[in-house]
T-cell receptor, first 115, second 110 residues
Framework: DAGVTQSPTHLIKTRGQQVTLRCSPK?????VSWYQQALGQGPQFIFQ???????QRGNFPDRFSGHQFPNYSSELNVNALLLGDSALYLC??????????????FGPGTRLTVL | GDSVTQMEGPVTLSEEAFLTINCTYT??????LFWYVQYPGEGLQLLLK?????DKGSNKGFEATYRKETTSFHLEKGSVQVSDSAVYFC?????????FGAGTRLTVKP
């Protein structure tokens, strides 16, 4: 049973560019959350998708957007990249909106570097 | 607002030493508390949890007790191994997302 998978593993972009990160949830999970983990910091919640809609959002600008597909996979899009967007982006999946967070599984992350 | 505060790292110990990583929280009510571990190059894994005051979570030799009176959830292990080298995060739920501390990097030397 595959866990949460993310692609790509690493990515290098320049300021002003746009990036798309992808996540496939653990089999049987229907809720996907995205986190940003800056170097030396804990993960910060970006947003959560359930039933193809954004259900909850953290304190991130509109440059950060997402999508969830009918197969529950998800994309994170970041426009107009800034140097400060360099971070490890983690995807986490769980079952059901509002479900127990201890059933949340994390992927290995995508390391984004903005030059 | 809700937050989690962890002791700053890095922490370097010799194998078989005793480990304590402090964690305190501020939150509305008494949320469940979690410890996650992040091994090099990997995502976060749930290490242990406690759902109410005085609960003790335990896993892989690690323990943490939910102390309501001190709003703390310190992580302990009696004898660390080299394989325990990782970053440890204390966390609690905030609505439908998880609120994490900044993490404490542990290095265990043989």
């Amino acid at each position: 049973d595959a866990g949460v998978t993310q692609s790509p593993t690493h990515l290098i972009k320049t300021r002003g560019q746009q990036v798309t990160l992808r996540c496939s949830p653990k089999s049987g999970h229907d809720t996907v959350s995205w986190y940003q983990q800056a170097l030396g910091q804990g993960p910060q919640f970006i947003f959560q998708y359930y039933e193809e809609e954004e259900r909850q959002r953290g304190n991130f600008p509109d440059r950060f957007s997402g999508h969830q597909f009918p197969n529950y996979s998800s994309e994170l899009n970041v426009n107009a990249l800034l140097l400060g967007d360099s971070a490890l982006y983690l995807c986490a999946s769980s079952l059901g909106y509002g479900g127990a967070l201890d059933t949340q599984y994390f992927g290995p992350g995508t390391r984004l570097t903005v030059l | 607002g809700d937050s989690v505060t962890q002791m700053e790292g890095p922490v370097t110990l010799s194998e078989e030493a005793f480990l304590t990583i402090n964690c305190t929280y501020t939150a509305t009510g008494y949320p469940s508390l979690f410890w996650y571990v992040q091994y090099p190059g990997e995502g976060l894994q749930l290490l242990l949890k406690a759902t109410k005051a005085d609960d003790k979570g335990s896993n892989k030799g690690f323990e943490a007790t939910y102390r309501k009176e001190t709003t703390s959830f310190h992580l302990e292990k009696g004898s660390v191994q080299v394989s325990d080298s990782a970053v440890y995060f204390c966390a609690h739920p905030n609505n439908n997302d998880m609120r994490f501390g900044a993490g404490t990097r542990l290095t265990v030397k043989p």
